[in-house]
């Protein structure tokens, strides 16, 4: 018989950084260190709030829940920017802890309706979205300015 597992999903704290990191890497191959890490969530401009998924007190996963007050809506506008977890530990409901937190926080703060965006090549990700309720809306479109 399979060892229960413990999972836990709460707001990042400064020790997570380098698990961010190491996340970070694995999901969208960009390589930040923790000290850039700090400098962003000590940034006062960062709109961005992370909360990371512990599984027997290691870290496997993360989200980023982005909040916007807006001059043309009353509501603030709240988005999932990210949401990543280890191979191995999907399927074990990290991923739906992980956004049931940052909907409570995003609720709590006043979001009426939550976006996400994600590949539409990235069927197992619109499958989890779609069963929690998320439905297709908008199409974005991305141009680089660089």
Known sequence: ???PRTLA???ATLTDLPELARLHQAFNGVQVTPQEFHARLANPLCV???FVAEMDGRVVGFAA???VESIFYSD?????T???VEKQYRRAGVARALLALAEQVAK???VQEMVV???SFNRPARKLYQSLGYEAGEIALCKGLA
């Open 108 to 110: 709590a703060r006043g």
């Open 65 to 67: 829940l982005r909040v």
């Open 117 to 119: 965006l994600t590949g």
């Open 9 to 11: 999903v709460r707001s």
């Open 82 to 84: 990210e949401l990543y």
């Open 48 to 50: 961005e709030q992370a």
């Open 1 to 3: 018989m399979p060892t």
């Open 76 to 80: 603030p506008q709240g988005e999932i």
